[in-house]
């Protein structure tokens, strides 16, 4: 039988303007750099070979990263350059701008050009007596910060690793304040069980990150879900049965028929995604979905994935619970490592083995499983089990146990409405099965050690939920927190 084609589902001619871009691969950050002189054009002419080369030397640097597009212009050693070459830098759209000082450039030309960029700025002086870079830097950023303008500054040359760890953080860290700003968070449904710390307030959103909040109720998903076709559903259930570890039917909870209904849940939510121009969403499941139909759980992990059965793609972070500021606070910790993200709970800590247990029912990303790009062998340690009985719904939770490597543990809390970014790093552990018993057996786990002292960390942490990604990112946070005058609270 032919299935009939539904028009709610086709979109293959959906309008050049919606933006898909968070379904795409491989983002390019956009960097401009400008460049500052005397302005004597006679001694221009002496320092201008000076200035290029450590122009090209920035550019060469950046250029080795891979993911980073440049944008260069002449030099600007005059008033009416500084506003013309800025402007026109502008239009390129940047992620940030980076000014090139080598000599005692007129400062002037700098906070001129300062008018006209909106982007996070760092000015960059090379380690050299025979010119006085270094007081062309102090003047050119006390100048812009003079006007209440924000800019950087980074002392040393670009060729050396430290000095490059600095400019890469930095330019991590205003990727994501700049990319923020025109998101759209997809909220779908309301707060969850009552959790008051991961409500949104829209305004400080927008004014804050500049981040649009769009509510939807989150029975959509389940309307849009009975608009997919079995066939499509089906080739995701083979999939996953090819290539998960296991996946425990138990004919009551867990059924073909209900994993089904989930994976339908799911690709209904990556078209409404798509279809709406989200950005990053978060769902509220309990107790609707969870209680009554079906747990978001095979949303959580495979929307937070850089891949599905469909193949490789962009992670779109899902924030379990509705848990809003958890969600933005993923989209940060995303745009700043480019890699997926995890969303647990505080659960447990186990004293003899001084590990804390974060666990959590859903929004935990299956790459965390072994952190392989081939997801065969991420998914051959994840298993799927039948929702527990505290929820009256039917179908899988995702289990693994996250492998070891080094994690960056982040949350963006609120006090009177103002926010602090709290930071610890620690070890993820592989740790043996059996330890799931201690807790909850169906849900994915990491066990971690931390670098704060634990109780400490718990009474000075402020959320429930806590969200990580692989490697240390301290700084990037750091900076971000720096661009976004908000506190930063190293635990």
């Given at each position: 039988?032919?299935?009939?084609?539904?028009?709610?589902?086709?979109?293959?001619?959906?309008?050049?303007?919606?933006?898909?871009?968070?379904?795409?691969?491989?983002?390019?950050?956009?960097?401009?750099?400008?460049?500052?002189?005397?302005g004597r054009e006679r001694v221009?002419?002496?320092?201008?070979?000076?200035?290029?080369?450590?122009?090209?030397?920035?550019?060469?640097?950046?250029?080795?990263?891979?993911?980073?597009?440049?944008?260069?212009?002449?030099?600007?050693?005059?008033?009416?350059?500084?506003?013309?070459?800025?402007?026109?830098?502008?239009?390129?759209?940047?992620?940030?701008?980076?000014?090139?000082?080598?000599?005692?450039?007129?400062?002037?030309?700098?906070?001129?050009?300062?008018?006209?960029?909106?982007?996070?700025?760092?000015?960059?002086?090379?380690?050299?007596?025979?010119?006085?870079?270094?007081?062309?830097?102090?003047?050119?950023?006390?100048?812009?910060?003079?006007?209440?303008?924000?800019?950087?500054?980074?002392?040393?040359?670009?060729?050396?690793?430290?000095?490059?760890?600095?400019?890469?953080?930095?330019?991590?860290?205003?990727?994501?304040?700049?990319?923020?700003?025109?998101?759209?968070?997809?909220?779908?449904?309301?707060?969850?069980?009552?959790?008051?710390?991961?409500?949104?307030?829209?305004?400080?959103?927008?004014?804050?990150?500049?981040?649009?909040?769009?509510?939807?109720?989150?029975?959509?998903?389940?309307?849009?879900?009975?608009?997919?076709?079995?066939?499509?559903?089906?080739?995701?259930?083979?999939?996953?049965?090819?290539?998960?570890?296991?996946?425990?039917?138990?004919?009551?909870?867990?059924?073909?028929?209900?994993?089904?209904?989930?994976?339908?849940?799911?690709?209904?939510?990556?078209?409404?995604?798509?279809?709406?121009?989200?950005?990053?969403?978060?769902?509220?499941?309990?107790?609707?979905?969870?209680?009554?139909?079906?747990?978001?759980?095979?949303?959580?992990?495979?929307?937070?994935?850089?891949?599905?059965?469909?193949?490789?793609?962009?992670?779109?972070?899902?924030?379990?619970?509705?848990?809003?500021?958890?969600?933005?606070?993923?989209?940060?910790?995303?745009?700043?490592?480019?890699?997926?993200?995890?969303?647990?709970?505080?659960?447990?800590?186990?004293?003899?083995?001084?590990?804390?247990?974060?666990?959590?029912?859903?929004?935990?990303?299956?790459?965390?499983?072994?952190?392989?790009?081939?997801?065969?062998?991420?998914?051959?340690?994840?298993?799927?089990?039948?929702?527990?009985?505290?929820?009256?719904?039917?179908?899988?939770?995702?289990?693994?146990?996250a492998g070891e490597s080094q994690?960056?543990?982040?949350?963006?809390?609120?006090?009177?409405?103002?926010?602090?970014?709290?930071?610890?790093?620690?070890?993820?552990?592989?740790?043996?099965?059996?330890?799931?018993?201690?807790?909850?057996?169906?849900?994915?786990?990491?066990?971690?050690?931390?670098?704060?002292?634990?109780?400490?960390?718990?009474?000075?942490?402020h959320s429930n939920h806590i969200?990580?990604?692989?490697?240390?990112?301290?700084?990037?946070?750091?900076?971000?927190?720096?661009?976004?005058?908000?506190?930063?609270?190293?635990?």
């Amino acid at each position: 039988m032919q299935i009939k084609k539904n028009p709610e589902r086709d979109f293959i001619n959906l309008p050049k303007y919606l933006n898909v871009s968070k379904l795409e691969v491989g983002a390019t950050k956009k960097v401009g750099i400008l460049s500052f002189s005397d302005g004597r054009e006679r001694v221009h002419d002496t320092l201008k070979e000076y200035i290029a080369g450590c122009e090209q030397q920035i550019a060469d640097v950046l250029k080795q990263h891979g993911d980073i597009e440049v944008f260069t212009a002449e030099t600007i050693f005059s008033n009416c350059q500084a506003a013309e070459v800025s402007r026109k830098m502008q239009g390129y759209q940047l992620d940030a701008c980076i000014l090139n000082v080598p000599v005692f450039a007129f400062p002037n030309y700098a906070v001129l050009a300062s008018l006209f960029q909106e982007v996070p700025l760092l000015a960059i002086a090379p380690v050299n007596g025979l010119y006085p870079g270094l007081g062309g830097l102090q003047a050119a950023v006390n100048g812009i910060q003079q006007i209440g303008f924000s800019c950087e500054k980074v002392w040393g040359n670009i060729t050396e690793g430290t000095v490059q760890k600095k400019v890469f953080a930095f330019l991590d860290a205003a990727y994501a304040a700049s990319r923020l700003k025109g998101q759209v968070y997809g909220l779908f449904g309301g707060r969850s069980i009552g959790m008051v710390s991961g409500s949104v307030n829209p305004d400080l959103w927008l004014s804050k990150f500049g981040v649009d909040v769009d509510h939807v109720d989150q029975l959509e998903i389940l309307r849009r879900a009975q608009l997919v076709p079995d066939e499509e559903a089906q080739k995701a259930l083979s999939w996953l049965e090819n290539n998960l570890r296991r996946i425990c039917y138990d004919g009551g909870k867990l059924t073909r028929g209900s994993l089904i209904m989930q994976i339908k849940c799911y690709i209904a939510l990556k078209e409404l995604i798509r279809e709406r121009g989200y950005s990053f969403v978060g769902v509220k499941c309990h107790y609707d979905f969870s209680e009554y139909y079906y747990p978001q759980c095979i949303s959580a992990a495979f929307c937070n994935d850089p891949y599905d059965w469909d193949g490789p793609k962009e992670p779109v972070v899902f924030s379990c619970e509705a848990d809003s500021d958890g969600a933005l606070t993923m989209q940060v910790l995303k745009l700043i490592s480019g890699k997926p993200v995890l969303f647990s709970d505080f659960r447990h800590f186990l004293k003899q083995e001084d590990l804390f247990v974060f666990c959590n029912c859903g929004a935990c990303s299956t790459w965390y499983a072994a952190q392989s790009d081939d997801y065969r062998e991420n998914l051959k340690k994840v298993s799927l089990c039948p929702v527990i009985p505290k929820y009256g719904g039917q179908g899988a939770h995702v289990q693994f146990i996250a492998g070891e490597s080094q994690m960056t543990f982040a949350r963006l809390t609120r006090k009177n409405e103002t926010y602090q970014f709290q930071v610890f790093v620690g070890q993820f552990h592989d740790m043996p099965e059996e330890m799931l018993e201690q807790t909850c057996p169906a849900w994915p786990h990491g066990y971690a050690k931390v670098s704060s002292d634990p109780e400490e960390l718990i009474s000075r942490y402020h959320s429930n939920h806590i969200h990580a990604i692989s490697g240390d990112y301290t700084e990037q946070i750091k900076m971000f927190c720096k661009l976004k005058q908000i506190d930063f609270e190293q635990l």
